[in-house]
C-alpha cells in the first residue's frame, strides 16, 4: 500500500459525500500518477488522451467504489483497462503484465521527461558545436579536459566556449519567461 493510500481514501470517501474540494484534490493528484503511468506505455503525447478517458471513467464510476477495499486498486483496475483500450484502439501490440499496478503509483516521472523536453528545444537553439559541448560536459559528465581534448580546443576555449552557451540559454530563457534580463 502507498503512503498516499489513506488520503487518496479519505478524500474519495468525503467526495462520494459530496465534498466537492476534497474530489478535485483526489483527481489532481490521480491525474499526476496516471501521467506517469501512461508516459511510461505510451509516450507523453499519447498520454495526456488517455489520462482524460481514465479521469471520465473513474468519475463516471466513482459510485462503484467500495470504502473497505483500497482507493489504489480500484484506480488501476480502471487505468489498466483503459490501456488496453488504447492498445486496441491504435492497434498496437503490447503485454501488460498483471501485477505492475504499483507502478501507477510509483515515482512520477512525467516532470522529468517534461523538463527533458524543454532542455532539449533550449539547446536545439544552440549552434551544433555549442550545443555539443553543453551536452557532453554539463549533461552526460564529461570533464572539461576531456572535451578539450576530445574537439582539438585548449581547456581556456572550452571554458569560454561553455560559459557563453549557458549564457545564451539563460538569456533565452529569462525572455521566455518574460524576465527579459536573465542578468538580474
Known amino acids: 500500500m502507498i503512503a498516499q493510500e489513506a488520503q487518496y481514501r479519505d478524500w474519495m470517501i468525503a467526495a462520494l459525500g459530496g465534498d ?10 490521480l491525474t499526476r500518477h496516471l501521467r ?3 508516459a511510461r506505455r505510451l509516450g507523453i503525447a499519447a ?8 479521469l471520465i471513467a473513474i468519475h463516471s464510476r466513482r459510485a462503484t ?3 473497505s477495499r483500497p482507493l489504489t486498486a480500484w484506480v488501476y483496475g480502471i487505468a489498466r483497462y483503459k490501456l488496453v483500450d488504447e492498445f486496441r484502439r491504435t492497434k498496437r501490440n503490447a503485454t501488460v503484465p498483471l501485477d505492475d499496478g504499483g507502478e501507477l503509483f510509483g515515482a512520477d516521472e512525467a516532470e522529468a521527461a517534461t523538463a527533458k523536453r524543454d532542455v532539449e528545444k533550449l539547446l536545439a537553439k544552440l ?3 555549442k550545443r555539443a559541448l553543453v551536452r557532453a560536459v554539463k549533461i552526460d559528465g564529461h570533464s572539461i ?24 540559454l539563460g538569456a533565452g530563457l529569462g525572455e521566455r519567461l518574460g524576465g527579459g534580463n536573465a542578468d538580474r
Open 127 to 129: 549552434p551544433a558545436a
Open 20 to 29: 466537492a474540494v476534497a474530489y478535485r484534490k483526489l483527481l489532481q493528484e
Open 47 to 54: 498520454a495526456e488522451d488517455v489520462v482524460q478517458e481514465t
Open 145 to 168: 579536459a576531456d572535451m578539450a581534448a576530445a574537439t582539438g580546443m585548449s581547456e581556456t576555449s572550452v571554458k569560454v566556449t561553455l560559459h557563453r552557451a549557458l549564457r545564451s
Open 36 to 38: 506517469g503511468y501512461y
Open 65 to 67: 467504489y467500495d470504502p
